[in-house]
């Protein structure tokens, strides 16, 4: 086979299989592992697939996401870490909005002393934290309720942004990756992560490494929209490679 065709045959196995190993198909094309890791790299470099220890699997569209409960319990230790490198950036008389989502959460505690800090949130746990520290100005967003997300959402929230001036967004996403960029399944929360990118001085996408690799059907925006990524260390290496030749902005924190 030509390289296209034995590309096309890989994703063709893939959507059969899911994850295979390089040894798996180096056995199954009858080719070199070499040949077969730059296959990789190929459907890698097309968003296709994704590298995985030893192997690799189809990149995945995400149709729905976890309930608030089930985000909340997972890649906890990679949460906090990008939490502490986010709250970092933070300055005393800032205004900042931290958007609804676990990540972000998990910066509540390292706030509470900074002086002169108003947080602007759609998150209602944020609010919930934060209401317990008068010295914090605080500021809800409104809008329409994502009972899932214990957020507001949509285009009420949008025209709420429109009248207020952040220094920093600190800005979820439920998957990502370099072609498709910052994607959801929720069209509602389209226009208000939008708006962010119009209204704060800077940008930050705060993401771990488990949602590269998946998409959604709404996207929010680029890579390159953002000034700043922070994930975790454990990104794949073909993935930091190509942020750097697009002169993506990214920070890498250890879980450990």
Same mark, same amino acid.
């Given at each position: 086979?030509?390289?296209d065709?034995?590309?096309?045959?890989?994703?063709?196995?893939l959507?059969e299989?899911?994850?295979?190993?390089?040894n798996e198909?180096t056995s199954?094309l009858a080719v070199?592992?070499?040949?077969v890791?730059?296959d990789?790299?190929?459907?890698?470099n097309?968003g296709?697939?994704?590298s995985?220890?030893g192997g690799?699997r189809l990149a995945a569209?995400?149709?729905?996401e976890?309930?608030y409960f089930?985000?909340a319990?997972? &890649?906890?230790?990679a949460?906090?870490?990008?939490a502490?490198?986010?709250?970092?950036?933070?300055?005393?008389n800032?205004t900042?909005?931290?958007?609804?989502?676990?990540?972000?959460l998990?910066?509540?505690?390292?706030?509470?002393?900074?002086v002169g800090l108003t947080v602007?949130?759609?998150?209602?746990n944020?609010?919930?934290?934060?209401?317990?520290?008068p010295g914090i100005e605080l500021?809800h967003t409104?809008g329409m309720?994502?009972?899932?997300?214990?957020?507001?959402?949509?285009?009420?929230?949008?025209?709420?942004?429109?009248?207020?001036n952040?220094?920093?967004?600190?800005?979820?996403?439920?998957?990502?990756?370099?072609?498709?960029g910052?994607?959801?399944p929720s &069209?509602?929360k389209v226009?208000?992560?939008?708006?962010l990118?119009?209204?704060?001085?800077k940008?930050?996408?705060t993401v771990?490494s488990?949602?590269?690799?998946?998409?959604?059907?709404?996207?929010?925006a680029?890579?390159?929209?953002?000034?700043l990524?922070?994930?975790d260390?454990r990104l794949?290496?073909a993935a930091?490679?190509?942020?750097?030749?697009r002169?993506?902005?990214?920070?890498m924190?250890a879980?450990g």
């Amino acid at each position: 086979m030509i390289p296209d065709q034995r590309r096309e045959h890989i994703l063709k196995l893939l959507q059969e299989r899911h994850v295979l190993s390089i040894n798996e198909l180096t056995s199954m094309l009858a080719v070199s592992h070499m040949t077969v890791r730059r296959d990789i790299q190929a459907l890698e470099n097309e968003g296709k697939v994704l590298s995985v220890t030893g192997g690799v699997r189809l990149a995945a569209r995400l149709k729905s996401e976890p309930s608030y409960f089930t985000k909340a319990q997972m &890649e906890v230790p990679a949460k906090r870490a990008i939490a502490r490198a986010a709250a970092q950036l933070v300055r005393e008389n800032f205004t900042i909005f931290l958007d609804a989502g676990t990540t972000t959460l998990q910066m509540v505690p390292l706030l509470t002393d900074k002086v002169g800090l108003t947080v602007v949130t759609n998150d209602f746990n944020v609010i919930g934290h934060l209401v317990e520290y008068p010295g914090i100005e605080l500021i809800h967003t409104g809008g329409m309720v994502s009972h899932a997300d214990h957020s507001s959402v949509g285009q009420y929230a949008a025209e709420f942004l429109k009248r207020v001036n952040v220094d920093i967004a600190f800005i979820a996403s439920s998957s990502w990756d370099v072609d498709r960029g910052s994607t959801t399944p929720s &069209e509602p929360k389209v226009v208000a992560k939008q708006q962010l990118l119009r209204i704060a001085s800077k940008s930050v996408l705060t993401v771990d490494s488990t949602k590269y690799g998946k998409f959604g059907t709404f996207r929010v925006a680029r890579l390159e929209e953002f000034d700043l990524i922070i994930s975790d260390d454990r990104l794949p290496r073909a993935a930091v490679d190509q942020m750097n030749e697009r002169d993506i902005r990214l920070e890498m924190v250890a879980t450990g």
